[in-house]
């Protein structure tokens, strides 16, 4: 579980329910009616803007939110110039006893092209195809909770319209207004929390983990190159640090 989004929700959830029970009671926020056009109304609306087996294939991607863990560049940078020394003194069939015991699937996949002989443009061609595949993947999924934020707001506001009509079918009777306007507010609460402590975040944290995992893959993808080319090791570190941001860089320049 990623640390900073279990925090993100029981603070942002916590100070809601503070900020609501410490002026009542949590049922005087519930309402099933309006809980149904904000929620039902929301997810329909984005069955119409997006096929189904996108909207499905969110739910692969949204595990990101919550369960994220990438190889450090740092380390991956260590096993690429390891690989490009034992290549560049024994060849590229050397890597090959390597290749099971590297956790990252992308950098396996390239190493096990480089032995099979695979042209080098070949690799490179289907390396940047998966790139790109994720990147829309996550791009998507980013995309439907955007989707989800507006049309939420925009459920909650219908919902309000409709109670207030209902509400002022009773104008007659002036005891039925206070509650037929609190029913008809909640619906608009209900919209404004579902964008802005869910779908919104959600969808930000999915950007920055699509950025994330792009970064590395790119750093992947260069250091294949570099290993097919036959670079020397040394030149290929340097080439590989400029992913690192310059905290990280001067970290392992110590290091060294």
Excluded: C
């Amino acid at each position: 579980m990623d640390l900073a989004t279990l925090l993100g929700i029981v603070g942002a959830f916590g100070l809601v329910m503070f900020g609501i029970l410490s002026g009542g009671t949590l049922m005087v926020f519930w309402d099933a009616a309006s809980f149904m056009i904000v929620v039902g109304g929301t997810i329909g609306v984005v069955l119409i803007n997006y096929p189904l087996v996108d909207v499905l294939g969110v739910m692969k991607v949204i595990k990101h939110v919550f369960l994220f863990k990438l190889q450090s560049a740092q380390d991956l940078i260590t096993v690429l110039v390891d690989v490009g020394t034992k290549t560049r003194t024994g060849g590229i069939l050397t890597v090959e006893p390597m290749i099971k015991d590297i956790k990252d699937e992308f950098l396996a996949k390239g190493l096990v092209m480089l032995v099979d002989g695979i042209d080098v443009n070949s690799i490179k061609g289907v390396l940047e195809r998966e790139v790109a595949y994720v990147e829309e993947r996550h791009d998507l999924g980013a995309e439907v909770f955007t989707a989800l934020a507006t049309f939420a707001p925009a459920l909650g506001m219908i919902g309000t319209l409709i109670g207030l009509v209902q509400m002022l079918q009773s104008l007659d009777d002036p005891s039925k207004i206070g509650p037929a306007m609190a029913i008809a507010l909640i619906t608009t609460f209900y919209g404004a929390l579902m964008a802005n402590l869910i779908f919104l975040p959600m969808a930000g944290k999915l950007k920055k983990r699509n950025k994330e995992e792009l970064l590395v893959k790119d750093l992947i993808l260069e250091g294949v190159m570099s290993i097919a080319a036959g670079e020397n090791p040394r030149v290929m570190e340097q080439k590989l640090q400029v992913f690192l941001s310059p905290k990280h860089r001067k970290m392992s320049e110590d290091a060294e």
